[in-house]
């Protein structure tokens, strides 16, 4: 008897059927550029939180906030090369990659609001954009809001002139870079992780970011105004390692899908008021002027940033364009 055991747990451990081996979890390393406490922050947590519960701990998922393992740039290489496996870039970000398509999401103006924006993601022009990933190694698995976009700087932004000269950061998109050249401001594309010392020593001279972003990255503190102008918008993809992911036994993936899906419902519930309690504490920090827009003045920037559409034509294509705002209508 005792020997068939001894017999049958060596036969066990030969087929990996048994034995410590067979119990060492699946590793999803999860990078991106932002603080715990905001909205991805967050739904990155959720999503470790339900991926290790659905897999009774087959999946382990390690959180890598605040560029601490690689900056924007870097992390997509990263993720191509399978150093990790899973990140939320902005939409903004996936020019590096060839990918021009998702800066029609950054297009001054293009969604009125967050209920808009569901109407793209969750139907087919959000499928659509996700499987361009693919020839690159790349699925998409989900969008996630952050919010919409504000403007900062040490002087006062309220008119398009005020803009003149004004060196900007931006994200390394086209649409952007098209956006603030609409305004006579000089953009300059920069890591995230390099704002903060950036706006500190006088390198750029403004941003353009959601609340949680400058409240949680402390921009406040280095910028005097922040004009209230919600003009655009910075949400993200979640994106996997497309080798990794079809390699997941099925029921694996089924699990992290469903964690996946439920994480981003989490996000996309908080998103909003993550921003709004950002906005409450630069309020009563004191650092910086918050600059509310009248009805004309917001008007003067939307006329000022309506050529962007036509340089964006070029980049993301007319057509896109068109389907995108027949959808967000
Ligand atoms: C930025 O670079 O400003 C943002 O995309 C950062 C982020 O991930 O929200």
Redesign the pocket.
Known sequence: MRTFAIAASVAALALGLAGPASADPIIIKFS???ATD?P?GKASEKFKELAEKYTNGKVKVEVYPNSTLYK?KEELEALQLGSVQML???N??FGPLGIREFEVFDLPYILPDLKTLRKVTEGPLGAKLLKLLEPKGITGLAYWD?GFKQMSANKKLIAPADYQGVKF?I?SSRVLQAQFKALGSLPQVM??SE?YQALQTGVVDG????W??IYTQKMHEVQKYITETNHGY?G?VVIVNKKFWDDLPADIRDELSKAMKEATDFNNAQSQKENDDALAEIKKSGKSEIIKLTAEQDEAMRKAMEPVYKDAAGRVGQPLIDEFQKVAK
Do not use: L
């Not at 941003?207 to 959601?210: A, L, P, R, V």
């Open positions: 991106h550029v932002v905001t991805k924007d939320a870039p902005s903004s970000k952050n950061r994200q890591a995230f704002v941003q353009e970011n959601t949680s972003n910075i993200y």
